[in-house]
């Protein structure tokens, strides 16, 4: 069998993000912290309300160190801002409304969306995502909810919802030595980048970049070779393999339109335990399954061949050019 390890490794060296680029987000998330913390009690007084005290934690993928350069899409960087107060005090579109016009006229484009604020760049392909929270402090059961709902959103879309991001990271990274969270950290970037290359960047056709990670972590085990260097190819296989398995496919008649009927739930591990795929239809998570299918095949091959140019040149196949070869 012959040994990728090397050239795994220099694929994550390719797609994960480097200095000049973490620099860039770090400097566009520092510029939108100074613009809510220097206008916002002044929107608060406008409308005779009192700003309560508020903080900003960074969030998602750049939090979790697996961030991962895009393919077709913009760079991003999520950052949650907490504010300590009863959720019972305020609407959170109204909360949302207000931190919106903070940020009005920093960019051109400032949007309201329904789970946080974007805060798009004309110049740059990177956005910032402000995700709007009650801290938990003021709460009855002490958790922090999320505003949801934008502008003329209807009632059933909009809300406080439970939603706590530092106890996600602590349930998907608190438990790993540190060869482990190296070798979970560089699947969990093989897989987003798998995702970037084969499903349309629009929509929810592509699986999210949070469901490839919890699912990386309820599957993952630490792979190494017999001289203890990790084993990447092997930890990655099987992640994929447990994923698949994930999956119930019921065979339909020859004559349904579209055959086998695919279902999977990736269940987020912390409150509110929600299904991360329940927004694909049921297409797209169809295509999710063929398409893990095709992942699997390709690791499998590249893990029983003999040459490291062939198992590199199948490899390719599945994660694009920037996975390297002998020649590389």
Not at 115 to 139: E, F
Not at 180 to 204: C, P, T
Not at 296 to 311: F, M, T, V
Request: charged fraction near 25%; charge should be neutral.
């Amino acid at each position: 069998m012959a040994n990728v390890q090397a050239y795994f490794e220099k694929f994550v060296s390719r797609i994960r993000l480097n200095l000049e680029e973490n620099q860039m987000l770090r400097g566009k998330r520092d510029f939108v912290i100074r613009r809510i913390e220097s206008r916002l009690p002044g929107i608060f007084r406008s409308e005779d309300l009192v700003c309560p005290p508020f903080w900003f934690r960074n969030q998602g993928s750049y939090q979790m160190g697996t961030g991962t350069l895009p393919v077709g899409r913009d760079f991003d960087i999520d950052l949650g801002l907490y504010f300590e107060m009863d959720p019972d005090d305020i609407l959170p579109v109204d909360m949302k409304r207000l931190v919106h016009g903070a940020l009005k006229g920093y960019t051109k484009e400032v949007l309201i969306r329904r789970p946080c604020i974007t805060v798009k760049y004309q110049t740059l392909p990177c956005h910032v995502d402000i995700a709007v929270y009650c801290d938990g402090s003021m709460s009855r059961d002490g958790l922090p909810r999320l505003a949801m709902g934008k502008n003329r959103s209807g009632e059933e879309f909009c809300g406080w919802e439970v939603s706590d991001a530092m106890a996600l990271n602590s349930e998907i990274f608190g438990s790993y030595a540190e060869d482990e969270l190296r070798q979970f950290r560089r699947i969990v970037r093989y897989l987003k980048r798998w995702k970037d290359v084969s499903f349309a960047a629009e929509g929810n056709a592509a699986p999210r970049g949070i469901a490839l990670t919890v699912a990386s972590h309820e599957y993952f085990t630490f792979r190494c070779f017999r001289d203890g260097t990790p084993d990447d190819l092997d930890a990655l296989t099987e992640v994929v393999q447990g994923m698949l398995n994930s999956f119930t496919v019921r065979p339909l008649r020859w004559w349904v339109l579209g055959g086998d009927s695919h279902t999977v739930t990736i269940t987020l591990p912390v409150e509110p335990h929600t299904d991360l795929c329940e927004r694909m239809s049921a297409l797209q998570v169809k295509n999710f399954y063929e398409e893990l299918k095709r992942l699997l095949d390709a690791l499998e091959i590249a893990g029983r061949g003999r040459s490291a140019a062939k198992a590199c040149s199948v490899l390719q196949g599945v994660f694009g050019g920037d996975f390297p070869g002998p020649a590389a």
